[in-house]
DNA sequence: TTGCGTGCAAAGGTTTTGCATGGCA
DNA sequence: TGCCATGCAAAACCTTTGCACGCAA
């Protein structure tokens, strides 16, 4: 697990703000309007290029929502396995909102798609795609 | 359920399409390239519409893959509901290929989310990530 | 001093949009 | 004739890349 050989202002900031923002998603741009609130430039290409190799060593998940906006990301910290993880995306097709899930039974999903398939899902970047409550309700 | 008002030539051309490939995937420009090849100019444009229409209709679905290739469609037909469906896309990160799977056990998640968690799945739209049988026994 | 990281601007690729033209009814 | 659909080109959007400069070690 290769880190930065170099330790800038920048990276640190970033990091600061993944601390600040565990649990909840954010795109690149989040991070530089963040910033820029605070007189605070960074580089859209910086914030990139930082989170792509966070992405690499596995501390931060991506997400590919929809191919119009801008791609999600996750602080999680410390790889995990993925057959401990029980914790899923909801993304409503109608309001747009992303919902976090943490179910034993979707985890069964990951152990059978395993050994009737042979595939080894990896549910960081798994999307499930659908009509939440509030929107079932009002139609 | 809302038909064109109007048929035309470019519209046929594109069902022709649909009906022939049933079953697999296609992006836009899959169809100008077919289209081309028989010395006929499709609009990329004029694709782009239609297929949108046919999304809106049920009759194609459409999905976001990855952030930086197009758009996968596949044409379904008409409409079916959700809940009888049995269809599932898994896509392979490190190689890249879009597997169908028809499953039954999968169908569960699906009555799962609802039951549970109030979210009404759309099958057709989303796509499972992990690593493929083929890519797991290299690694 | 060495060379990685940054920031700007430009490029890249897909999809959408504006507008004049063509074709369906 | 009236109006929708088409096709071209330009725009829009997010993300990556090239390059010169700055900064960490």
Redesign the interface.
């Known amino acids: 697990m290769q880190k930065s050989a170099y330790r800038t202002k920048q990276q640190e900031l970033i990091f600061s703000y993944l601390e600040e923002t565990k649990g909840s998603h954010f795109t690149a741009e989040d991070i530089r309007v963040y910033f820029e609130r605070r007189q605070i430039t960074l580089g859209i290409a910086t914030i990139y290029r930082q989170l792509e190799k966070l992405v690499t060593e596995g501390q931060v998940q991506k997400y590919?929502?929809?191919?119009h906006s801008a791609?999600c990301f996750e602080y999680t910290g410390e790889k995990v396995s993925?057959d401990a993880e029980k914790h899923f995306h909801?993304k409503?097709?109608n309001c747009g909102k992303l919902?976090h899930?943490e179910?034993e039974?979707?985890a069964e999903?990951a152990e059978?798609?395993k050994c009737?398939?042979?595939?080894?899902?990896?549910p960081f970047?798994?999307?499930?795609?659908?009509?939440?409550?509030d929107c079932?309700q009002v139609k």
Chains 1, 2 share one sequence.
């Open positions: 590919y929502i929809d191919e791609s993925y909801l409503c097709q919902f899930v179910c039974e979707l999903i059978h798609l009737e398939h042979g595939f080894e899902l990896n970047r798994t999307v499930f795609y659908g009509i939440c409550k079932t």
